[in-house]
């Protein structure tokens, strides 16, 4: 319930517009260009995973990881899976969505961003309390895939392979 409320707060208060995108390509670059910035925690888990395995005390760098070590690196890892998803569902997303609607994008984007963080905070913290920061990061993920699915099939099904 939270993250549809976020977004629906974000898109109605926050004052920006989308820019006039009138060709699917424009879509995708603006698409491209939002999801660099979603790669941000990704980058930042690898910088943190690559100095805690400098400070690591293990004897052996290529030997048994410690915790500290593991928790950073599972987090890339996961992170790395999520945003291929993301990027895809998203590019798909832009070609189906009116014009007015483009808000949407650079929102999820950051929706996708700061999950991310959440995530790997509270998996930090503890296993058993990261589930809110994935559950922020994959049902939006799901929505935008039931969405996607939806209008290929439904909505516009003479233009599914076209």
């Known amino acids: 319930l939270f993250c549809p409320c976020l977004v629906y707060g974000a898109y109605v208060f926050l004052p920006f517009d989308a820019p006039l995108l009138p060709t699917i390509s424009a879509r995708l ?60 569902n998203m590019a798909v997303l832009a070609t189906y969505l009116p014009q007015e609607m483009l808000k949407l994008i650079p929102l999820l984007t950051g929706l996708f961003a700061i999950s991310r963080l959440i995530y790997w905070l509270s998996y930090a913290i503890g296993r058993s309390f990261r589930a809110f920061g994935f559950s922020m990061t994959f049902l939006p993920l799901l929505a935008m895939l039931l969405w996607n699915l939806y209008s290929m099939f439904v909505l516009e099904p003479e233009n599914l392979l076209a």
């Not at 943190?48 to 400070?55: H, N, P, Y």
């Open 29 to 88: 670059v603006y698409t491209l260009r939002c999801a660099a910035f979603a790669t941000f925690p990704i980058v930042l888990g690898m910088i943190v995973s690559g100095i805690s395995r400098l400070c690591s005390s293990a004897l052996e760098p290529f030997g048994e990881l410690q915790q500290e070590v593991e928790i950073h690196r599972t987090y890339v890892s996961q992170s790395v899976h999520l945003f291929i998803l993301y990027f895809f």
